[in-house]
């Protein structure tokens, strides 16, 4: 279900001038689960490739885990899962992120939720001192959604000036797939192969997840 997250009062808007980041959060409250060390975003110092600020995702210590990754099985000797994401801000238009929650707690309820928009730095270029502005809402966050691609639900990041919250069980699955998305939404095509405890084949019957309830709007 969707829900909000609490957040301080309306900024000025973001621009495609404007560095940002945005954290997602995962938690499985059933076993006490939770995931917060995960961030995607753009930087001028960042490519749609490999760079400095994305960070590889240590596999799980135990075989009681609950992680967010972004998987990238098509960068060559650096291929794996990542715990940071960032793109350069010429995609403002249009962009797009793959992550996936995996968790040990396969037939658990998971809730995944985001917290920003939290701006870097203000000037073209990073030529200034990076300043950082923590939860801003504005007309860019409306231009962003998530999808299940294990169900196809498209869901928006913000509703009414309020961050939303997804709720969805993992259904005998490992491994949930999602999309974090700016601009035009397209219809995605789940991964052809991820680690499951039920058939890949069996997706039709993979239940949707359900929208929290909405927060405190902002002031």
């Known amino acids: 279900m969707l ?21 997602l959060i995962a938690e499985v409250p059933s076993e006490q689960m939770r995931d917060r060390g995960n961030v995607l975003g753009q930087l001028y110092d960042s490519s749609a490739g490999k760079d400095s600020h994305d960070l590889i995702e240590l596999a799980p210590f135990g075989e009681i885990y609950l992680t ?26 249009e962009d797009e992120w793959i992550f996936q929650v995996k968790t040990s707690a396969t037939n658990s309820d998971v ?36 999808e299940d691609t294990a169900t196809g639900e498209k869901m928006p990041v913000v509703v009414d000036g309020k961050l939303q919250t997804y709720t969805f069980n993992m259904n005998g699955s490992n491994v949930r797939e999602f999309r974090w998305g700016i601009g035009t939404y397209t219809k995605h095509v789940p991964s052809a192969v991820i680690e499951t405890k039920k058939p890949v084949e069996l997706i039709e019957s993979v239940k949707p997840g359900k929208l929290g309830k909405p927060g405190k709007p902002i002031k």
């Open 3 to 23: 829900g909000t997250n609490a957040f301080a009062e309306k900024k000025e808007s973001t621009t495609v001038e404007q560095e940002w980041y945005m954290r």
């Open 68 to 93: 967010i990754v972004f998987p990238h099985p098509e960068w060559g000797d650096d291929a794996g899962d990542y715990s940071s994401d960032y793109h350069h801000p010429d995609a403002y238009n």
């Open 111 to 146: 809730t995944l939720r985001w917290e920003g928009l939290n701006v870097v730095s203000t000037s073209w270029g990073g030529k200034k001192p990076k300043k950082k502005e923590e939860l801003v809402i504005d007309s860019f966050l409306e231009r962003m959604w998530v």
